[in-house]
T-cell receptor, first 113, second 110 residues
Framework: DVKVTQSSRYLVKRTGEKVFLECVQD?????MFWYRQDPGLGLRLIYF???????EKGDIPEGYSVSREKKERFSLILESASTNQTSMYLC????????????FGPGTRLTVL | DAKTTQPPSMDCAEGRAANLPCNHSTISGNEYVYWYRQIHSQGPQYIIHGLKNNETNEMASLIITEDRKSSTLILPHATLRDTAVYYC???????????FGAGTRLFVKA
């Protein structure tokens, strides 16, 4: 079974803080993704990475950056957290070179006060 | 990637089959149909996918029409734990984007 782990289930931070969300996979998958999910807006892609040190912007990258120094770990960084970044953050990996099934972590519910 | 249309919500009695429809009339020849579900406060979970043929696994069956413009996800014996939002997605192999729409909220009632 594919396992995707996220560092925290719940996180509370203050405005202006730097926030790190970690995602770790236990298999040798290249593609990793960060989404945020908000009521009424569905899942929106923030960033993705298809290899170590590679990253691509998704649909809503503003206010976020990412880091992929090792294949198994993909970090989402909020350089200066703001209240509008309060959300559920979901990490996903993708398996298969031709059939691209996504497997998600449990999610991190971030509250920025 | 093609767009999908799903009903916003459906009810199903426990133990009965749940049939969730999806329209994808603009699907291209190289696009697969995927189904995921999301139980409250959890990440989405892959259920099944298909290209042309009907597919079945331990969770569900996927019926794709011959013209591929619509599909139905079937949960043969729904349980209360199947209450979730179900997403139908079409996506070409090798692309990087999986677009999740609003999905169908399935309520399984005792």
């Amino acid at each position: 079974d594919v396992k995707v782990t996220q560092s925290s289930r719940y996180l509370v931070k203050r405005t202006g803080e730097k926030v790190f969300l970690e995602c770790v996979q236990d298999m040798d998958h290249e593609n990793m993704f960060w989404y945020r999910q908000d009521p009424g807006l569905g899942l929106r892609l923030i960033y993705f990475s298809y290899d170590v040190k590679m990253k691509e912007k998704g649909d809503i990258p503003e206010g976020y950056s990412v880091s992929r120094e090792k294949k198994e770990r993909f970090s989402l960084i909020l350089e200066s957290a703001s209240t509008n970044q309060t959300s559920m953050y979901l990490c996903a990996i993708e398996s298969g070179p031709t059939v691209d099934t996504q497997y998600f972590g449990p999610g991190t519910r971030l509250t920025v006060l | 990637d093609a767009k999908t249309t799903q009903p916003p919500s459906m009810d199903c009695a426990e133990g009965r089959a749940a049939n969730l429809p999806c329209n994808h009339s603009t699907i291209s020849g190289n696009e697969y149909v995927y189904w995921y579900r999301q139980i409250h406060s959890q990440g989405p979970q892959y259920i099944i996918h298909g290209l042309k043929n009907n597919e079945t696994n331990e969770m569900a069956s996927l019926i794709i029409t011959e013209d591929r413009k619509s599909s139905t996800l079937i949960l043969p014996h729904a349980t209360l734990r199947d209450t979730a939002v179900y997403y139908c997605i079409v996506r070409a192999a090798g692309g990087f984007k999986t677009i999740f729409g609003a999905g169908t909220r399935l309520f399984v009632k005792a």
